[in-house]
């Protein structure tokens, strides 16, 4: 059976939306702790990806961490990229790789564990493929990548993250149109509403 790690992308800014998104209210919890709550129902325990905001999060006493393995990227300012490569790198100091990676961003509270079960299933059944998420006439993250990408994942630059990796491999695509929505301003966290 292969085995597979959850890295939550939250290290961002949230310039749009003015504030530590992660922490937006979104039915009595953080928009943040959903994600991790979606990981954790799995019995999995996901890296945590934090950098912009990172005291403010852990010091939160409404995000549950203790199952969580937080990493630090010092240099978040270089964009979602450099969120992929530090978490990769931390991967990789670990003396048994898994046989791929499942990113998930914190700021879609929409995507719960019944469709990070579905990217499980078919990373399963197709462990050198990559899987990802297509809506809005596009694909991109949430995504799996196999042990084969992990040198690339690590050796990314800029602000599109992975989806140049993603797009330049052949891939499978799961329809998450209906759940994925990403949170970039105050006013996206009514429609969770």
């Not at 799995?42 to 010091?59: D, F, K, N, R």
């Not at 010092?74 to 969120?83: F, H, K, L, T, V």
């Amino acid at each position: 059976m292969p085995t597979f790690d959850i890295i939550i992308l939250a290290a961002g800014a949230a310039t749009r939306f003015g504030s530590a998104k992660q922490l937006a209210d979104i039915s009595g919890r953080p928009m943040l702790q959903h994600v991790i709550e979606s990981v954790i129902s799995l019995g999995l325990s996901p890296y945590l990806v934090l950098g912009a905001h990172q005291e403010t999060i852990l010091s939160s006493p409404k995000i549950e961490t203790d199952k969580c393995r937080v990493v630090t990227v010092p240099n978040w300012q270089s964009g979602m990229s450099a969120s992929i490569s530090c978490a990769m790198q931390t991967l990789k100091e670990r003396s048994e790789l898994s046989d791929g990676v499942i990113f998930l961003l914190g700021d879609q509270p929409g995507f719960g564990s019944h469709e990070i079960q579905k990217i499980l299933q078919l990373a399963a059944e197709e462990p050198c493929r990559i899987v990802c998420s297509r809506y809005l006439s596009t694909v991109g993250v949430p995504a799996f990548f196999p042990r084969a990408s992990f040198d690339a994942l690590i050796n990314l630059q800029g602000d599109r993250g992975a989806k140049l990796l993603l797009m330049a491999n052949e891939h499978l695509a799961l329809d998450f149109a209906a759940c994925l929505r990403d949170v970039d301003r105050p006013e996206d966290v009514d429609y969770f509403s």
